[in-house]
C-alpha cells in the first residue's frame, strides 16, 4: 500500500470515529431531551386534566368526562388513558396503537424509550372521585429522533465527502515532493542525474528532498570525474602534446578500426622538413608554437571538405585519414591541404611547395594497415625524390563499377532484395553462450559476390542508407531469421537512416507489427551521436518506446564526453576496435579501464571486439568486461 492510501485510510478512520462520536452523543442528548420533554408534559396533562374532570366525576356525569378525556386523547400524544371511579369501581380505558408515520418499524422496535406512566387520584375535598392513570405515547419521540439523526446523517456524508475532497487534494500537494522524489530515485537507479528537486517547506519532507539532492549531486560527481579521466587519459596516451592532435598510437589503432568497416577514402602520409628550418631560425619554443599554429589552421580548413582524422605520428611527419570520400573529393581535400601548409610557410618565413612532401594511398578492396600504410610512405617517397609537393601511388586495381553502374546495381538489390547475409557471434566472458549475432550482408552481381565493404561505401555516397536499412530489416523478418535463434540479432545502421525523419515513421510502424521486436538489436555509431545528437535521441526513443534494443557502435573512438550515455541509455556498447590494437602498456589499459567504468557505472553491457586471439581476449579479461567478438569467432553465412 502506497503512503499515500496509508494516510488516507487512517484520515479516513480517524473522521469516522469522530463522526460515530458526535453521532453518539447527539442521538443519547436527543434521546434523554425528548424523553424530559415528555415526562414534563404528562406531568402537565396529568394535573391538568384531572382538576377539569372534578365536576363531571362529581355530578357522575359520564358522558362529560368521557368527551373531555377523548378531546386530550385524539392529540395523539398519549398511549393511553385509564379513568377508574371509586365510588363503583367503573373503568374506562382509550388506547392508541404504537404506529409512527415516517418512521421505520425497525428504529420503533429498539425500543429507545421506557414507558412513561403518570397516575393521580383525582379528589374533591376530602373524598377520593377516581384514579387516572396516563401513558405517553413514544410516537412523537421517535419521530424527532428519527428525524434529528436523518438530518445529522445527511449533514455528516455532506461534510465527509467535502472532507475526503480536501484531504485528497490536501494530500496530493503536501505529498508532492514524495512523488517528485520517487521520480527523481528511478532517473538515479538508471544514472540520469537531472537538476536538483525544489525544496519543499514542510520540515520533514524537507530534510529527506536535501538529502536526496547530496546523494544525486555526489553520484552525478562520481560520473563526471569518470569522464574528466576518461578525457585525461586520452590526452596523455592519444594526443601529441605539442600539436593537439592525436599521436602515432591513436593513428594505428583508427586505421585498424577503419579498414575493418565497409569505408572508402585514403591515407596520406606528410612530411614537413620547413619546419626543421623554423627549429634552426628560431629555436624550439617557435617551431612549437608553428605546430600548433599549423595544426589548428589545417583542423579548421579541412573539416569542411569532408571528415577526416589528422595526426601528428613524429616530429616533422603527419598522417591525413580521409574516412568516407571518392577520387575527387579527396582531391579536393589535399588541395585545401596544400593551401593551407603554404600559408603558414609563408608567415614562417620560407618558401612555398618547397620543404614538403605528401604521398597519397587511396584504399583499394582488402587491405591490411600494413599495405596502406606501405603505399602511402612509397607515395610519400616518391614525392620527395622527385622533389614534387605530393604523389599518389598507382594502384593496378581497377575499379569494379563506376559510380552510375554502382547506383543501378544498388537500387536493383534494395527492390527486389537480393542481398545475402552473414552473421557474427558476440560471445559471453566465461561461458560458450552466444549474447546476440551480428548480421552483415553481401551482394551478389553479375555472379560475382560482392562484400559490403566494397559497396556500403557507394551507398552512403549515393544517399541509399534508409533504402538498404529498411530492405535488410525487412528481409530479417521475411527470412524469419529471429525465429531461427533465440540470441537477438543486431543490425548497423547507416548515417542516412539517423537524420530520416521518414524512416523513423517507417521503423516505428514496423516494430509494432514484429512479434520478436524484442530479440532485434540496432547499433549506432558514435559518431552520428556526435554530428546529430537530436536525430539519434529520436531514433533511439522509437527503438526503445517498442520494446527493442540499442547499442553504441565504435565506443570510445570520438574525442569528447561521453555524457551523452545518459541521455541515451543505450543497453550495451561496442569498445572500438582500435582498443584491441593499442600496446599493453599501463596508460592504454587505464583508458580502456576508464571507459568501461564510466559504462558499466551506468549499467551498460561492454562488448570488446576487434578480438582475433586469445591473446587479445586475455587483455581484457581484468577489465571485466561482458561479451567480446573478432575473428576469433568469424561470420558464417545463414543458409
Same mark, same amino acid.
Given at each position: 500500500?502506497?503512503?499515500?492510501?496509508?494516510?488516507?485510510?487512517?484520515?479516513?478512520?480517524?473522521?469516522?470515529?469522530?463522526?460515530?462520536?458526535? !453521532?453518539?452523543?447527539?442521538?443519547?442528548?436527543?434521546?434523554?431531551?425528548?424523553?424530559?420533554?415528555?415526562?414534563?408534559?404528562?406531568?402537565?396533562?396529568?394535573?391538568?386534566?384531572?382538576?377539569?374532570?372534578?365536576?363531571?366525576?362529581?355530578?357522575?356525569?359520564?358522558?362529560?368526562?368521557?368527551?373531555?378525556?377523548?378531546?386530550?386523547?385524539?392529540?395523539?400524544?398519549?398511549?393511553?388513558?385509564?379513568?377508574?371511579?371509586?365510588?363503583?369501581?367503573?373503568?374506562?380505558? @382509550?388506547?392508541?396503537?404504537?404506529?409512527?408515520?415516517?418512521?421505520?418499524?425497525?428504529?420503533?422496535?429498539?425500543?429507545?424509550?421506557?414507558?412513561?406512566?403518570?397516575?393521580?387520584?383525582?379528589?374533591?375535598? @376530602?373524598?377520593?372521585?377516581?384514579?387516572?392513570?396516563?401513558?405517553?405515547?413514544?410516537?412523537? !419521540?421517535?419521530?424527532?429522533?428519527?428525524?434529528?439523526?436523518?438530518?445529522?446523517?445527511?449533514?455528516?456524508?455532506?461534510?465527509?465527502?467535502?472532507?475526503?475532497?480536501?484531504?485528497?487534494?490536501?494530500?496530493?500537494?503536501?505529498?508532492?515532493? =514524495?512523488?517528485?522524489?520517487?521520480?527523481?530515485?528511478?532517473?538515479?537507479?538508471?544514472?540520469?542525474?537531472?537538476?536538483?528537486?525544489?525544496?519543499?517547506?514542510?520540515?520533514?519532507?524537507?530534510?529527506?528532498?536535501?538529502?536526496?539532492?547530496?546523494?544525486?549531486?555526489?553520484?552525478?560527481?562520481?560520473?563526471?570525474?569518470?569522464?574528466?579521466?576518461?578525457?585525461?587519459?586520452?590526452?596523455?596516451?592519444?594526443?601529441?602534446?605539442?600539436?593537439?592532435?592525436?599521436?602515432? #598510437?591513436?593513428?594505428?589503432?583508427?586505421?585498424?578500426?577503419?579498414?575493418?568497416?565497409?569505408?572508402?577514402?585514403?591515407?596520406?602520409?606528410?612530411?614537413?622538413?620547413?619546419?626543421?628550418?623554423?627549429?634552426?631560425? +628560431?629555436?624550439?619554443?617557435?617551431?612549437?608554437?608553428?605546430? $600548433?599554429?599549423?595544426?589548428?589552421?589545417?583542423?579548421?580548413? =579541412?573539416?569542411?571538405?569532408?571528415?577526416?582524422?589528422?595526426?601528428?605520428?613524429?616530429?616533422?611527419?603527419?598522417?591525413?585519414?580521409?574516412?568516407?570520400?571518392?577520387?575527387?573529393?579527396?582531391? $579536393?581535400?589535399?588541395?585545401?591541404?596544400?593551401?593551407?601548409? /603554404? #600559408?603558414?610557410?609563408?608567415?614562417?618565413?620560407?618558401?612555398?611547395?618547397?620543404?614538403?612532401?605528401?604521398?597519397?594511398?587511396?584504399?583499394?578492396?582488402?587491405?591490411?594497415?600494413?599495405?596502406?600504410?606501405?603505399?602511402?610512405?612509397?607515395?610519400? #617517397?616518391?614525392?620527395?625524390?622527385? /622533389? /614534387?609537393?605530393?604523389? @599518389?601511388?598507382?594502384s593496378n586495381e581497377k575499379q569494379l563499377f563506376t559510380r552510375e553502374q554502382w547506383r543501378e546495381h544498388l537500387s536493383t538489390a534494395i527492390t527486389d532484395g537480393e542481398f545475402k547475409f552473414k552473421w557474427q557471434p558476440i560471445l559471453l566472458n566465461g561461458a560458450n553462450s552466444i549474447l546476440q549475432r551480428e548480421l552483415y550482408c553481401q551482394l551478389s552481381i553479375h555472379g560475382k559476390m560482392v562484400q559490403a565493404g566494397q559497396f556500403m561505401p557507394y551507398v552512403e555516397l549515393l544517399s541509399l542508407g534508409a533504402l538498404l536499412d529498411k530492405c535488410l530489416i525487412e528481409s530479417i523478418h521475411n527470412k524469419k531469421l529471429l525465429e531461427r535463434n533465440f540470441e537477438p540479432i543486431a543490425v548497423n545502421l547507416t548515417f542516412?537512416?539517423?537524420?530520416?525523419?521518414?524512416?523513423?515513421?517507417?521503423?516505428? $510502424?514496423?516494430?509494432?507489427?514484429?512479434?520478436?521486436?524484442?530479440?532485434?538489436?540496432?547499433?549506432?555509431?558514435?559518431?552520428?551521436?556526435?554530428?546529430?545528437?537530436?536525430?539519434?535521441?529520436?531514433?533511439?526513443?522509437?527503438?526503445?518506446?517498442?520494446?527493442?534494443?540499442?547499442?553504441?557502435?565504435?565506443?570510445?573512438? #570520438?574525442? !569528447?564526453?561521453?555524457?551523452?550515455?545518459?541521455?541515451?541509455?543505450?543497453?550495451?556498447?561496442?569498445?572500438?576496435?582500435?582498443?584491441?590494437?593499442?600496446?599493453?602498456?599501463?596508460?592504454?589499459?587505464?583508458?580502456?579501464?576508464? =571507459?568501461?567504468?564510466?559504462?558499466?557505472?551506468?549499467?551498460?553491457?561492454?562488448?570488446?571486439?576487434?578480438?582475433?586471439?586469445?591473446?587479445?581476449?586475455?587483455?581484457?579479461?581484468?577489465?571485466?568486461?561482458?561479451? +567480446?567478438?573478432? +575473428?576469433?569467432?568469424?561470420?558464417?553465412?545463414?543458409?
Open positions: 500500500m502506497t503512503l499515500f492510501r496509508q494516510i488516507y485510510t487512517l484520515l479516513f478512520a480517524l473522521f469516522l470515529l469522530v463522526v460515530a462520536s458526535l !453521532g453518539y452523543v447527539q442521538f443519547t442528548e436527543t434521546q434523554n431531551f425528548l424523553t424530559k420533554q415528555m415526562e414534563s408534559d404528562l406531568n402537565n396533562t396529568s394535573h391538568s386534566l384531572g382538576i377539569m374532570l372534578v365536576p363531571d366525576l362529581e355530578a357522575g356525569d359520564i358522558v362529560g368526562a368521557e368527551t373531555l378525556i377523548n378531546v386530550i386523547f385524539e392529540g395523539g400524544y398519549y398511549q393511553q388513558v385509564k379513568l377508574t371511579w371509586l365510588v363503583d369501581g367503573k373503568q374506562q380505558v @382509550w388506547q392508541n396503537p404504537v404506529t409512527i408515520e415516517g418512521v421505520p418499524q425497525w428504529f420503533i422496535d429498539l425500543g429507545l424509550f421506557k414507558t412513561i406512566k403518570r397516575e393521580s387520584t383525582i379528589t374533591s375535598g @376530602w373524598i377520593q372521585l377516581a384514579r387516572l392513570e396516563i401513558t405517553a405515547h413514544p410516537g412523537f !419521540g421517535y419521530h424527532e429522533l428519527w428525524r434529528t439523526m436523518t438530518n445529522a446523517i445527511t449533514v455528516f456524508s455532506i461534510l465527509f465527502l467535502i472532507a475526503i475532497i480536501f484531504a485528497r487534494l490536501g494530500l496530493t500537494w503536501i505529498l508532492k515532493p =514524495l512523488h517528485e522524489i520517487a521520480e527523481h530515485a528511478k532517473e538515479v537507479a538508471n544514472r540520469k542525474f537531472g537538476p536538483d528537486m525544489k525544496v519543499p517547506k514542510t520540515v520533514e519532507l524537507k530534510s529527506v528532498v536535501l538529502a536526496f539532492n547530496s546523494m544525486s549531486d555526489q553520484l552525478k560527481q562520481i560520473f563526471n570525474s569518470l569522464d574528466e579521466e576518461v578525457g585525461e587519459l586520452r590526452k596523455k596516451n592519444l594526443v601529441d602534446q605539442v600539436s593537439g592532435l592525436p599521436n602515432r #598510437q591513436y593513428m594505428m589503432g583508427h586505421l585498424n578500426s577503419w579498414l575493418s568497416e565497409p569505408k572508402s577514402g585514403a591515407l596520406m602520409m606528410a612530411k614537413f622538413d620547413w619546419l626543421e628550418e623554423v627549429h634552426s631560425k +628560431y629555436g624550439y619554443q617557435v617551431r612549437d608554437e608553428t605546430i $600548433k599554429l599549423l595544426a589548428d589552421k589545417m583542423q579548421q580548413h =579541412l573539416d569542411g571538405v569532408t571528415t577526416s582524422v589528422i595526426a601528428r605520428i613524429s616530429a616533422y611527419e603527419f598522417a591525413f585519414l580521409v574516412t568516407n570520400s571518392e577520387h575527387e573529393q579527396t582531391s $579536393k581535400y589535399l588541395q585545401t591541404l596544400i593551401r593551407t601548409i /603554404n #600559408q603558414e610557410v609563408s608567415k614562417a618565413g620560407c618558401k612555398p611547395n618547397e620543404h614538403f612532401a605528401i604521398g597519397i594511398a587511396e584504399r583499394t578492396g582488402q587491405m591490411s594497415v600494413t599495405d596502406i600504410l606501405a603505399q602511402a610512405d612509397n607515395a610519400l #617517397q616518391k614525392s620527395i625524390q622527385d /622533389n /614534387n609537393v605530393f604523389h @599518389w601511388f598507382e542516412q537512416s539517423m537524420g530520416d525523419p521518414e524512416f523513423h515513421q517507417w521503423l516505428n $510502424k514496423f516494430l509494432r507489427s514484429s512479434p520478436l521486436r524484442e530479440r532485434i538489436c540496432f547499433d549506432i555509431p558514435e559518431a552520428a551521436v556526435y554530428s546529430a545528437p537530436e536525430s539519434c535521441e529520436a531514433l533511439c526513443a522509437v527503438i526503445r518506446d517498442n520494446g527493442s534494443h540499442f547499442g553504441i557502435d565504435h565506443f570510445g573512438r #570520438q574525442f !569528447g564526453s561521453m555524457s551523452y550515455l545518459q541521455n541515451l541509455r543505450p543497453s550495451y556498447v561496442k569498445l572500438d576496435q582500435s582498443f584491441a590494437y593499442y600496446d599493453e602498456s599501463e596508460h592504454s589499459s587505464e583508458l580502456c579501464r576508464a =571507459l568501461i567504468n564510466v559504462a558499466k557505472g551506468l549499467d551498460i553491457e561492454v562488448i570488446v571486439t576487434g578480438i582475433e586471439e586469445n591473446e587479445q581476449l586475455k587483455r581484457f579479461v581484468p577489465l571485466k568486461t561482458n561479451a +567480446y567478438m573478432g +575473428y576469433i569467432s568469424p561470420p558464417t553465412p545463414v543458409e
